[in-house]
């Protein structure tokens, strides 16, 4: 999950926001239930240790029927009984049983009131016994003693079902959440797969329109424009397959014309012919240029295989110069072409003819301003995800400043690297290279001329995003 992802994003603040509500819920839980409830119950303790104390410090000298009306002999028994009822026991300090005394905390608030209700000053402790929390009171007044005053209702455990029901809600929460957002950002993801395809030449059935309004309003505008994208492919296809066909017409009648002219007009005709097989290529390169490239027609290419053919033809056509696999216009005298194939890569997966037309196109370009030296090898990175092909040349180099506008259409190069040509061929590798999601790399070498890098996505790559 990416981390800048809308969707990791908005998880990572409902999972705060869930967390802040908690603390919340924990804060007023203690603050206006429990703490008040310990107020109070200290209050009313407090005050009955307050007349039990002093009853027992300050005892009535004369405790006849006479002079204690019968009324206030049973308020004392009430409260007597009533401490009894509470578990209210005196435990000495010297004894064994006043040791969970010097374990337990200390209770500030509870100290205070005590303190204030008893005029003696009173340490308030509490600490969890073995089946409830218990209260120890020691006071000035009683310094030889502790009071213990065990908290029945207050248990350990007394806690853990709001603390569960809590822990549930928040992850109740958490994955709706969850499968919340999956829902809203599924119909993201498809758009930017077809974003993708589309970017590649490829254009996939229009997307179902899912989501809220807003998505569904995104994904009605991006079927539009993905229409209005393919209509004019489609048309403009069309216009170069009928330009094609319009002038390849006329230009077979002037070759076939040209090639029944006398012997006497030899030289004019091979310029004739020349020509036209130059609008022949010329044409060849804009159809090319043009072609779309569909996933479907994807195979598994061996990069190993393809610069071995490569490099043959070329060594063929230092010997055959009118050989067709080549530009004619290459000097192939002394030519040198190493080949260092990275043994045991993976396949590139993309279309064959366009893979190998992308590699050609740099080769010829290599060829032609390489010094008569070029060496083609092949790699792939660690993950297993990319191969690739590079082809270095021992040529004059480029401007650094024109390296970045070298693959736009009808550019041509600096003066270094000569002008010959349409300026169509680099600007066809760049684009094969988009449609199969790959990239292309141009950098100019230590020792001279260009390293070129065909990066291709490898079949593992393709395989994990079939499963």
Not at 173 to 183: D, E, F, K, P
Not at 231 to 245: F, V, Y
């Amino acid at each position: 999950m990416n981390a800048r992802s809308s969707f990791a994003q908005s998880f990572f603040i409902f999972i705060g926001l869930v967390v802040a509500t908690q603390v919340m819920s924990y804060y007023a839980v203690f603050n206006y239930a429990l703490l008040p409830s310990l107020k109070q119950f200290n209050r009313i303790l407090s005050y009955e240790l307050s007349l039990v104390l002093e009853e027992a410090l300050h005892p009535k000298l004369d405790t006849t029927p006479n002079q204690v009306t019968l009324e206030e002999h049973r308020l004392a028994e009430l409260r007597q009984a009533m401490l009894i009822k509470m578990g209210v026991s005196v435990v000495r300090k010297d004894t064994e049983d006043a040791q969970p005394y010097e374990r337990a905390r200390s209770i500030d608030f509870m100290s205070a009131e005590f303190t204030e209700e008893l005029g003696t000053n009173a340490e308030v402790r509490l600490i969890l016994g073995p089946e409830s929390y218990v209260l120890w009171v020691q006071l000035d007044a009683l310094p030889k003693h502790l009071l213990r005053i065990p908290l029945t209702e207050l248990k350990g455990n007394v806690y853990y079902p709001f603390f569960a029901a809590s822990l549930f809600i928040s992850l109740f929460i958490v994955v709706g959440s969850w499968v919340l957002l999956r829902r809203q950002n599924k119909p993201l993801k498809s758009l930017e797969d077809s974003a993708i395809r589309i970017g590649q030449g490829d254009f996939p059935p229009p997307l179902a329109e899912r989501g809220a309004t807003e998505l569904r309003a995104v994904t009605r505008a991006f079927n539009s424009m993905a229409k209005g994208i393919k209509e004019l492919e489609d048309d403009r296809t069309l216009l170069m397959a009928g330009i094609s066909h319009d002038i390849r017409t006329p230009l077979t009648r002037i070759r076939l014309a040209t090639e029944m002219m006398s012997d006497r007009d030899s030289f004019l005709a091979e310029g004739i012919i020349e020509d036209t097989e130059e609008c022949n290529e010329i044409i060849a390169q804009f159809m090319q240029y043009l072609k779309p490239v569909t996933a479907d027609s994807f195979e598994s290419i061996d990069l190993n295989v393809l610069i071995a053919e490569l490099r043959e033809k070329a060594l063929l056509a230092s010997d055959e110069p009118n050989e067709e696999s080549l530009s004619r216009d290459i000097n192939t005298a002394r030519l040198t072409i190493e080949c260092s194939p990275e043994q045991n890569i993976l396949s590139a997966h993309g279309e064959p003819v366009t893979v190998r037309r992308a590699v050609s196109n740099i080769l010829v370009n290599s060829l032609r301003y390489g010094n008569h030296w070029v060496r083609l090898s092949t790699g792939m990175n660690a993950a297993r995800s990319q191969v690739w092909v590079c082809i270095e040349d021992n040529g004059p180099g480029i401007k650094e400043s024109d390296l970045e506008k070298l693959f736009q259409p009808f550019t041509r190069g600096d003066t270094a690297r000569g002008s010959e040509g349409t300026g169509l061929g680099l600007a066809i590798v760049k684009r094969i290279m988009q449609q199969h999601g790959g990239a292309v790399n141009v950098v100019n070498r230590r020792e001279g001329g260009l390293k070129t890098t065909l990066i291709f996505q490898s079949e593992n790559t393709n395989n994990e995003l079939s499963s």
